[in-house]
Nanobody
Framework: QVQLVESGGGLVQPGGSLRLSCAAS????????MSWYRQGPGKERELVAA????????NYADSVKGRFTISRDNAENTLYLQMNSLKPEDTAKYYC???????????WGQGAQVTVSS
């Protein structure tokens, strides 16, 4: 059974930091392309950051460049998103996404809420 379980969300003040984790199981994590997406209130889901299977190549939305860092631990089947200098506009539900390497099957987590507010 495929599972993507996000954790680490919460309420933080502007300028603060959070680290999201996504624990994966049930599919070949180490050969999968992994991403974080987010969906804010009244907005469409958007790509935040992505990382290649070996972890050497990353990509970020312009709005988070220099503030967010995506990483992965293939030994622990876990994806991370370190979020620094958070802004109110980063408030959203953050979703972990996987695309498997062979069949290009897509999986989604249930999401973790991040709220940036004073």
């Amino acid at each position: 059974q495929v599972q993507l379980v996000e954790s680490g969300g919460g309420l933080v003040q502007p300028g603060g930091s959070l680290r999201l984790s996504c624990a994966a199981s049930g599919f070949p994590f180490s050969s999968s392309f992994m991403s974080w997406y987010r969906q804010g209130p009244g907005k469409e889901r958007e790509l935040v950051a992505a990382i290649a299977s070996a972890g050497g190549s990353t990509n970020y939305a312009d709005s988070v460049k220099g503030r967010f860092t995506i990483s992965r631990d293939n030994a622990e089947n876990t994806l991370y998103l370190q979020m620094n200098s958070l802004k109110p506009e980063d408030t959203a539900k953050y979703y972990c996404n996987a695309v498997t390497g062979r069949t290009y099957t897509t999986y989604w987590g249930q999401g973790a809420q991040v709220t940036v507010s004073s």
